[in-house]
């Protein structure tokens, strides 16, 4: 999904800024709750959710969860690590490589699934949004 661009006004450009700075602030306490209930990170819950019904490559989920490919070679080979995810190679074209979840990976998505986290105030609208926009 893509945000809109709005250009502002010079004292408009302050507020933005500081508007900005809050809600990293609050997506910094939303990742740190969901750290602290399922023992990862936000993209590493974003990654299992991304790959939980498909086969991607290693771009397709870097593109899904919008991380730069050396952060997202980091964060497939924590997944490894930590059993979650598993590589293949391509069907028709065996250079390619597709990563699923593994059982401890489906395991794992399903706790952050169940998980009653404490999301901040100003988070809180534009998720209940996104989920208005997902029910239609």
Known sequence: QSIEATAFQPM?????I???KKLMAAIRELESNLLDSAGCDLNQAMLLCVIAD???SATEIASQIGVLPAQNSKLL????DRGWVMRRLGHD?????????????????EKVKALNIDVP????????SSEDKRRE
């Open 12 to 16: 408009e450009n302050v507020e933005c």
């Open 18 to 20: 500081c508007t900005m």
């Open 54 to 56: 498909d086969s991607l």
């Open 77 to 80: 080979a924590a997944a490894e």
């Open 93 to 109: 074209d065996k250079r390619k490589i597709y990563f699923n979840l593994t059982e401890e990976g489906r395991r794992q998505l």
């Open 121 to 128: 105030d100003l988070i809180r609208p534009i998720l209940d």
